[in-house]
């Protein structure tokens, strides 16, 4: 997962090399900034209304870099470490059951930025997830056990392929971001991919500091 992450820094800082000639009347409004926060997740089926699951609260952080084109107008790639998963509950063989999972990802949304006025900013656009880490913990009449399983993402290809958007509403040096955002196919990194029956959907809240 270095290899990644290392990639994604190198690709990040390309994409603003590039771009930093484009916006040369606006250089001053290039900037960087870290932000944490927390994610409310679910998973929904897209084969039947039937499957019911609760929300549950993850963590969330990272850092952006905001790349203006315009006055208005921009891009804001991002790299968050992103907690996600469910909490499922029922009747199993007479016996009640409850079931949480935490899927641990490296999120790198790519956003268009769209800022109507300075203290808004809109933000639209695909999001990559890197699985790392997903763990299950089960209790059911006397039962008790947690999985846990580790992933190994150096395939920059193979990856949760989502949509996200929202808005970040500055304030001098703070970002106080809102987000919602889903799962929609999952790339397997040999030019395949396929649509899961059970996809990630959240809502993130961040607070944040821009350089």
């Known amino acids: 997962m270095k290899k990644v992450i290392l990639m994604i820094a190198l ?15 606006n250089q001053n409004a290039l900037s960087f900034g870290i932000k944490a926060g927390a ?29 203006p084109f315009g006055k208005f107008i921009g891009i804001q790639p991002e790299i968050m470490y992103s907690q996600k998963g469910f909490k499922s509950s029922g009747t199993y063989f007479g016996s009640t059951y409850e079931m949480t999972r935490t ?4 999120d790198v949304p790519v956003l268009f930025a769209v800022k109507p006025i300075e203290q808004v900013t809109l933000l639209f ?6 699985l790392m880490k ?13 999985q846990q399983q580790d992933f190994d993402n150096n395939d920059i290809t193979k990856n949760i ?22 799962d929609i196919k ?19 809240a961040t607070v944040g500091y821009r350089f």
Do not use: C
């Open 103 to 106: 899927t641990n990802f490296i």
């Open 134 to 146: 997903q763990k299950d913990e089960f209790t059911g009449g006397n039962i008790s056990s947690t």
């Open 125 to 130: 656009g695909p999001q990559f997830s890197y």
């Open 186 to 204: 999952t790339n397997e990194g040999d030019g395949n991919s396929s649509t899961p029956r059970y996809k990630n959907m959240w809502y993130q």
């Open 11 to 25: 690709v990040t800082i390309s994409v603003t090399t590039s771009n930093a000639q484009s916006a040369t009347d």
């Open 39 to 67: 994610n409310y997740s679910n998973v929904y089926d897209s084969n039947s209304e039937d499957f019911v699951a609760d929300g549950k609260f993850g963590f969330a952080a990272g850092a952006f870099v905001t790349i």
């Open 161 to 182: 392929l989502g949509l996200t958007g929202g808005a970040d509403f500055n304030m001098d040096n703070l970002v106080f971001g809102l987000r919602a955002g889903w």
